[in-house]
């Protein structure tokens, strides 16, 4: 009954995403305010006796640092403790919106050129000679890493039967290997 109050309520809003039937994201604040955050709630199999699981892992959120993030989560969980046992999502949701200001008044952007830099350094000791042989892995360009993306849901996960057999092309190629 939450989920079908969820899609009734945000209908049309764009800072709403259902990511799937138990996991859903909400972008608090306007596209290009630099103070906006997205919350992604999933439910858990006992939801709503058990909290949900609150992230602020979105790639989205890559400008606002750590202790900004865990100050929202801390306090997205002291609202959960008060509603344990009710459906809770769109009073998260909410919450959030109405307390954007005071969440993010110690935000500072972070730099994502820093982040950037450091991930660079941490591929490249690949390169650097080692005592064992190890198997150099492939480098992908980045049209192939796109195109790989592309093809997964940008979470690594590969969409429903994309190693399914075309059962045209095999009854096909089929009968003549029976001739």
């Given amino acids: 009954m939450e ?36 919350i992604e709630i999933s439910w858990t199999e006992t939801y709503p006796q058990t909290p949900p699981i609150i992230s602020m892992n979105a790639f989205f959120n890559n400008t606002i640092s750590s202790a900004v993030k865990q100050s929202i989560l801390a306090k997205l969980q002291e609202a959960v403790e008060v509603n344990l046992g009710t459906a809770m999502t769109y009073t998260l949701f909410e919450y959030a919106k109405d307390n954007k200001e005071q969440f993010m008044e110690n935000h500072q952007p972070v730099n994502s050129t820093i982040p950037i830099s450091s991930i660079i350094s941490v591929e490249t000791p690949n390169t650097a000679p080692s005592s064992k042989k190890k198997d150099k892995k492939e480098q992908l360009s980045k049209a192939q890493k796109r195109k790989l993306a592309d093809k997964t849901d940008h979470k690594g996960e590969l969409p429903r039967g994309w190693n399914w057999v075309d059962v045209v092309k095999l009854s096909k190629t089929g009968s003549k290997d029976d001739e």
Wanted: proline letters at 6%.
């Fill in 3 to 38: 989920l079908e109050a969820l899609r009734s309520i945000y209908e049309g809003d764009e800072s709403f995403r259902e990511l799937s039937p138990v996991s859903f994201q909400y972008r608090i604040g306007e596209n290009g305010d630099p103070k906006a955050f997205l």
